[in-house]
């Protein structure tokens, strides 16, 4: 529903339709216009915050391939419950998650925290490393293009001697400090670990130069409902990132202090040049007994960990998907408007230990 590169489907016309009418060939052209109008222009505004309006046109879903997907959701659910024993053949991996499509990355800096293309689903992996001396209480996480080059995007772990949460984000593999040249976000809690905020590698705004310009920006939050009561059942998620403009740029938010950030804003409804979009509500199935969701084969391991970020105008339209495949491994696939660094923290931000959230 949102590629926008399923237009030369609409281009081709076969000999069959050569012959009708010259009344149902306009006809029949014109329902394609307009369908082919109402997936771009929604695939651009749904995340756009300039210009509500646009926002509001395009709710009905006239493609076929939102139906088709609609269909797939009903006929092939993969469970958040599969058992551990099944999928451990490697073949039978390989044939159920397809890697992802043929992406370059030239500039990894560049590459990570740029959006992903509109109509492109990027499909990563994420390792988690315990091994070490003191791996067990902070591992090491890895983010790779699930490919057959297994190209290397970012790694992650967890600050030690920190009194919140603490990740840092870096390009390099090998490099995980703060002052290094490869360092290029992280990920902060608050201190009941229910809220979290990624940043990039911009500087505090304390050490701000006079135009602000490499000031950080916060590019994404995320809120955890607690659940003090102990009720069992799925995890329930907000994800906060900053808009889009009409070039389909991400709009900077550059906090000048405490009382400024997207927690704040969320939290005082000041929506202006934010997106709110949450994780979808998995269904309860009585033969399995437990809740389903459709990862499209990309998640075979039943994890509270495992969930679907959408928004709320579109729910068919996934915005980001995690889930684990192995005892250490997990998949992680992002499209349009999150980049890399977003899905990487957000995933990143579900390892930490929240006991009020489980």
């Known amino acids: 529903m949102f590629q926008v590169n399923g237009n030369k489907a609409d281009g081709k016309v076969k000999k069959k339709e050569e012959r009708q009418t010259d009344e149902e060939d306009s006809e029949s052209e014109s329902k394609k216009d307009k369908s082919k109008k109402k997936c771009t222009a929604k695939s651009a505004s749904m995340f756009q915050t300039a210009g509500e309006s646009k926002e509001k046109k ?3 879903k006239g493609s076929a391939k939102a139906e088709e997907e609609k269909s797939d959701d009903e006929n092939s659910e993969a469970t958040h419950k599969t058992a551990k024993k099944k999928g451990k053949g490697k073949k039978g991996k390989k044939e159920e998650r397809p890697p992802s499509p043929v992406i370059e990355v030239e500039n990894l800096e560049e590459f990570v925290l740029q959006p992903a293309p509109q ?3 990027i ?12 791996r067990g209480l902070y591992p090491t996480y890895y983010l790779h293009l699930d490919n057959d080059k297994k190209v290397f995007l970012l790694a992650g772990r967890k600050r030690k001697k920190s009194t919140t949460s ?12 703060r002052d290094g040249h490869n360092f290029i976000g992280k990920l902060r809690s608050n201190l009941m670990g229910t809220k979290f905020t990624v940043f990039d590698n911009g500087v505090n705004p304390d050490r701000a130069n006079s ?3 490499n000031v950080r920006q916060e590019l994404a939050a ?3 409902e607690t659940n003090v009561l102990g009720f069992k059942g799925p995890r329930r998620m907000t994800v906060l990132i900053p808009g889009m403009n009409e070039e389909s740029e991400r709009v900077p938010v550059r906090p000048r202090n405490d009382n400024d950030g997207l927690l704040i804003r969320y939290q005082n409804r000041n929506m202006d040049n934010m997106i709110e979009l949450h994780n979808k509500t998995p269904v309860w199935n009585n033969e399995t007994q437990s809740y389903v969701l459709n990862f499209s084969g990309r998640v075979t391991h039943a994890s509270v960990k495992n969930f679907q970020i959408v928004h709320s105008k579109d729910v068919d339209y996934i915005v980001m998907q995690f889930g684990r495949v192995a005892e250490d491994t997990f998949t992680l696939d992002y499209s349009y408007p999150m980049c890399a660094v977003q899905a990487f923290a957000i995933a990143l931000s579900s390892f930490d230990g929240k006991l009020a959230c489980e």
Not at 167 to 177: E, K, M, Q
């Open 222 to 224: 995320v809120i955890y």
């Open 166 to 177: 603490n990740y840092l984000i870096s390009i390099d593999p090998t490099d995980l400090s």
């Open 123 to 134: 499909k990563c992996r994420v390792t988690r490393d315990k091994k070490g001396m003191d």
């Open 119 to 121: 109509g492109v689903t």
């Open 58 to 60: 395009g709710k009905k």
């Open 211 to 213: 135009e602000w310009t």
